[in-house]
């Protein structure tokens, strides 16, 4: 699939204020299926397929940052059979984009861990962060393997370990320790599947960000969908009178 030019693309908004960074927790694949009385898995296919639609989605906002939640620690508690259906799955979304990504200057940031994960998906995952670790366009985080209180476990053991003196840890500083060092906070939590629920989901990076929930399933979260939802952000924060570095 071919994508135009991003700076092109990128139209005169027609929001007050645009989220700079959108995190998405992509939930409803099962539903989706069973509504359709087809298998869990195919909620998955067209869940994976759905993620080149919403990223061309955000581009065409003007959103350079997109943090995505694919896998999370608590997921392995999932059957075998849709584990490995899932991973699958993502291993062709890997090879199908990878190099779409390279040349369309979209950096892949991979928040979470790699143990555990199959040996060819985590080289997949690692070769596609290492080939388009040079591009500044777009910054793609996607959270596979991840939770939160992990990571801000894994920032402490890296700050102790490097013997960081108490009085100079600073948010600022602190923020250098996490997976999305220099991704900024999260301005936009979307949900889809319409949980209320926050599942883990990067704590720190969203603890001053607007959480929006939608009851359409991850497979049907189209343009119409994201603009719903940047709607209510731009409406929330003129609203409350905020101003942040963000707004554009
Ligand atoms: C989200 O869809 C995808 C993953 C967590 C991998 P779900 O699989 O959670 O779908 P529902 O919530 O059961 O409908
Ligand atoms: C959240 O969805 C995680 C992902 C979207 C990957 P889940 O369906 O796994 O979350 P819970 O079970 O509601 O916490
Ligand atoms: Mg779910």
């Given at each position: 699939m071919q994508l135009p030019k991003i700076a092109i693309e990128r139209?005169?908004?027609?929001?007050?204020h645009l989220p700079r960074h959108v995190g998405i927790m992509m939930d409803g694949n099962g539903r989706w299926a069973s509504q359709r009385n087809l298998p869990r898995l195919a909620g998955h296919r067209y869940g994976t397929q759905n993620v080149r639609r919403a990223l061309d989605a955000c581009q065409k906002f003007g959103i350079r940052v997109v943090t995505l939640y694919?896998?999370?620690?608590?997921?392995?508690?999932?059957?075998k059979e849709e584990i490995d259906g899932f991973f699958n799955l993502l291993a062709e979304v890997i090879d199908r984009e990878t190099e779409n990504f390279r040349t369309q200057g979209v950096r892949l940031i991979h928040s979470g861990s790699l143990e555990g994960v199959p040996a060819r998906l985590a080289e997949q995952v690692a070769h596609a962060v290492a080939v388009t670790r040079e591009n500044r366009e777009y910054m793609l985080n996607v959270a596979f393997n991840y939770g939160g209180r992990m990571e801000i476990l894994r920032a402490i053991r890296r700050i102790l370990e490097e013997k960081i003196p108490a009085e100079v840890l600073s948010e600022e500083l602190f923020d250098r320790y996490l997976y999305t060092a220099g991704l900024g906070d999260m301005d936009l939590v979307i949900r889809t599947g319409g949980d209320e629920r926050l599942s883990n989901f990067f704590p720190w990076q969203a603890a001053r960000g607007v959480f929006y929930t939608t009851p359409t399933f991850w497979p049907d979260f189209d343009e119409i969908e994201l603009e719903k939802a940047l709607v209510v952000y731009d409406h929330f924060l003129s609203t409350n009178g905020v101003r942040t570095a963000n707004d554009q």
């Open positions: 139209t005169e908004s027609k929001f007050r694919v896998f999370s620690t608590e997921n392995w508690g999932r059957p």
